[in-house]
């Protein structure tokens, strides 16, 4: 125990250090950071370092260490120093008799609960599973943060692939509104017609500059996952996904369903908090058992009636044990009301249980609706893409012969456009499903 609190002290302080540069973010850069390559090991070992919440469940876990160091020190028995001083004055008409009476007396009592129903014993027991549960919630908070980082590494990815359509279509886009200009200057189409493949370029233009703002956003969504600075920059891997990692199999739902049953650590924390309310009834119920206390003591005293004070103090000198039995026998009910609200707390395990199971089956049932969804649109898309791309090409060299309009070419245009988007955006939900499933399924993520 005394090792793992070191750790999570260490912890704690290392996070403490980490935090320090984030009050000045807007004066300061993590020169480490820059330009250097973020895979996705990294952002989540990173945020796992920096994150407030992780840092706040340190700090949680170290007051429950504290709540455990409490709870066996109940065993301890109390040992208390008192003393009391009186005095009092008494008139008298007697000549020379003293008016005026002086006493104080002092003790060291000590007290020791020898049984009180397993009290101690419970509430110890209680205090070391919730201090199991807030290392539950630590691997919880790690679990989101994967999951959300996973999620903005791949926003970041399909950002990139984004911007590079984007510029390709520019590129043909301005090859086209080249074309048009030599065919307007030599009559062979309109100004109009020009005007139109003109304005299509401009609309090019702009979307490449709106990817690339979609690219610096999913950047920003990252590096506050990663609690970044305003002047940190960030630069991911560039990963390429074949088709078979989007096609890849997939284990069977009740497979996923099963295993993350067994991992989850809000599933695991539920079967603690049964444990907790077993205890609590078990507390309560100690309000039928008698106690029994050990008493002991010293004490002695001394008044100014009598001999000299050291006389006094030593003759008064005396020593003193007991031991007390108390039995309740009537509390007004409050022993059947602490039971019975005990036991209602309890039946609290069933109904979260049954909504964590329900949760995941949820979880699990959208991930394969999703990962289903969009395979079929990834296979669909392929035969979509090739004929759009085809259909474009032969548009471009029919209105290069002035056999269709601007309009045609424009269509073409941007069905081709819309296609290739479409298709990335598939590819990535089904990496993304197919990720997060593979996670329930053996609680690792990796990216090539």
């Given at each position: 125990?005394?090792?793992?609190?070191?750790?999570l002290?260490?912890?704690?302080i290392a996070a403490?250090?980490?935090?320090?540069p984030?009050?000045?973010?807007?004066?300061t850069?993590?020169?480490g950071?820059?330009?250097?390559?973020?895979?996705?090991?990294r952002?989540?070992?990173?945020?796992?370092?920096?994150?407030?919440e992780?840092?706040?469940?340190?700090?949680?876990?170290l007051?429950?260490?504290?709540?455990v160091?409490?709870?066996?020190?109940?065993?301890?028995?109390?040992?208390?120093?008192?003393?009391?001083?009186?005095?009092?004055?008494?008139?008298?008409?007697?000549?020379?008799?003293?008016?005026?009476?002086?006493?104080?007396?002092?003790?060291?009592?000590?007290?020791?609960?020898v049984?009180?129903?397993?009290?101690?014993k419970?509430?110890?027991?209680?205090?070391?599973?919730?201090?199991?549960?807030?290392?539950?919630?630590?691997?919880?908070?790690?679990?989101?943060?994967?999951?959300?980082?996973?999620?903005?590494y791949?926003d970041?990815?399909?950002?990139k692939?984004?911007?590079?359509?984007?510029?390709?279509?520019?590129?043909?886009?301005s090859?086209q509104?080249?074309?048009?200009?030599?065919?307007?200057?030599s009559?062979?189409t309109s100004?109009?017609?020009?005007?139109?493949?003109e304005?299509?370029?401009?609309?090019?233009?702009?979307?490449?500059?709106?990817?690339?703002?979609?690219?610096?956003?999913a950047?920003?969504?990252?590096?506050?996952?990663?609690?970044l600075?305003?002047?940190?920059?960030?630069?991911?891997?560039?990963?390429?996904?074949?088709d078979?990692?989007?096609?890849?199999?997939?284990?069977?739902?009740?497979?996923?369903?099963?295993?993350?049953?067994?991992?989850?650590?809000?599933?695991?924390?539920?079967?603690?908090?049964?444990?907790?309310?077993?205890?609590?009834?078990?507390?309560a119920?100690?309000?039928?058992?008698?106690?029994?206390?050990?008493q002991?003591?010293?004490?002695?005293?001394?008044?100014?009636?009598?001999?000299?004070?050291g006389?006094?103090?030593?003759?008064?000198?005396?020593e003193?044990?007991?031991?007390?039995?108390?039995?309740?026998?009537?509390?007004?009910n409050?022993?059947?009301?602490?039971?019975?609200?005990?036991?209602?707390?309890?039946?609290?395990?069933?109904?979260?249980?049954?909504?964590?199971?329900?949760?995941?089956?949820?979880?699990?049932?959208?991930?394969y609706?999703?990962?289903?969804?969009?395979?079929?649109?990834?296979?669909?898309?392929?035969?979509?893409?090739?004929?759009?791309?085809?259909?474009?090409?032969?548009?471009?060299?029919?209105?290069?012969?002035?056999l269709?309009?601007?309009?045609?070419?424009?269509?073409?245009?941007?069905?081709?456009?819309?296609?290739?988007?479409?298709?990335l955006?598939?590819?990535?939900?089904?990496?993304?499903?197919?990720?997060t499933?593979?996670?329930?399924?053996?609680?690792?993520?990796?990216?090539?």
């Open positions: 125990m005394k090792l793992k609190r070191h750790n002290i260490m912890g704690l403490g250090w980490a935090y320090l984030l009050h000045s973010v807007a004066q850069t993590d020169t950071a820059q330009g250097q390559i973020w895979t996705y090991e952002c989540v070992a990173h945020a796992v370092e920096n994150s407030t992780i840092r706040r469940n340190i700090l949680a876990t007051q429950a260490d504290e709540s160091g409490s709870a066996k020190d109940a065993w301890l028995p109390s040992v208390g120093f008192s003393t009391s001083h009186n005095f009092a004055n008494y008139p008298s008409r007697e000549e020379g008799a003293k008016n005026n009476l002086y006493n104080s007396s002092y003790g060291i009592n000590a007290a020791w609960t049984w009180e129903g397993n009290v101690r419970h509430r110890l027991q209680s205090a070391k599973l919730l201090r199991q549960q807030q290392e539950l919630t630590g691997e919880d908070l790690i679990k989101n943060l994967k999951l959300n980082i996973l999620q903005a791949l970041i990815l399909y950002a692939e984004a911007v590079e359509i984007a510029q390709k279509t520019l590129e043909v886009s090859s509104t080249e074309r048009a200009r030599r065919l307007m200057e009559g062979r100004k109009v017609d020009f005007a139109q493949i304005s299509q370029n401009a609309q090019d233009i702009y979307n490449v500059e709106q990817s690339l703002a979609n690219l610096s956003s950047r920003m969504n990252l590096k506050k996952l990663l609690m600075g305003l002047n940190d920059s960030i630069e991911t891997a560039d990963i390429t996904f074949p078979t990692e989007v096609l890849t199999p997939l284990p069977s739902r009740q497979t996923v369903y099963d295993f993350a049953a067994s991992w989850l650590p809000g599933f695991k924390s539920n079967e603690l908090n049964k444990e907790i309310y077993a205890n609590d009834i078990k507390i119920k100690a309000g039928y058992m008698p106690s029994i206390t050990l002991g003591g010293v004490s002695t005293g001394y008044n100014n009636g009598g001999d000299g004070w006389t006094q103090m030593r003759h008064g000198f005396n003193n044990v007991g031991v007390t039995l108390s039995v309740p026998i009537y509390d007004g409050a022993t059947n009301r602490a039971v019975a609200k005990a036991k209602l707390a309890a039946l609290d395990y069933d109904i979260t249980r049954d909504e964590l199971y329900e949760d995941l089956s949820r979880t699990i049932e959208n991930l609706i999703e990962a289903r969804n969009a395979r079929a649109k990834y296979n669909a898309g392929i035969t979509r893409l090739e004929a759009t791309e085809l259909t474009a090409t032969l548009v471009d060299r029919q209105f290069e012969l002035g269709v309009n601007p309009l045609e070419l424009l269509t073409a245009h941007n069905n081709l456009l819309n296609a290739r988007l479409e298709q955006q598939n590819k990535y939900m089904a990496i993304l499903a197919n990720k499933i593979n996670y329930y399924a053996t609680t690792e993520v990796s990216l090539p």
